[in-house]
């Protein structure tokens, strides 16, 4: 019989360490190894369509675009006899960014989506303002249903009110 060990047969202390090193490998694998850290999430973007309307109380025809608006057939807005869409710009709302439209009198509408929240409403904050003089309308926060606008009014303009609505997203789709 022989006794000892071969040349290629590797002593305890490496098979030891070899076990060793196999483990922390899993360790690694299965718990996860060191990252680079993980990219911000972005800012959320959504596309708003902002209603540039002149309303009066003075007979007339109302905009057969604004029909489909049942805001504007309720109180303050029914009393309203007449009212034409002057503009309708789309613009994209960056949370956390200020988006400027500027109206025919003058002022400016200032938007900020404030949150997305997750039951497809949105928090936007609204101000309108002339640049250089006092705020109109200094700040207005509101919670919005998607595709479904909100009005800001009261401001004169021309022979009527000028009333300015905010759609943030598209109105869902009715089902078939």
Known sequence: MITGRL????????????????AALASMVACGAPRAAAAPPSAAHETAE????????APGTIDPRLADLPALQRAPFSALRSMKLLAHPKVRLTEGEDVDVDLPNGRQLRLRLVQVLPDARYRVKVSINRPGQKDYLP??????????????????YADGTLIVGVRVGEAPKPAR
């Open 7 to 22: 040349r290629d047969e590797p002593t305890r202390p490496k098979v030891a360490a070899a076990r060793l090193a196999l």
């Open 50 to 57: 902002v209603l540039i309307v002149l309303a009066s109380e």
């Open 139 to 156: 700040l207005l926060q509101v919670v919005a249903s998607r595709g479904d606008p909100f009005f800001v009014a009261g401001q004169r």
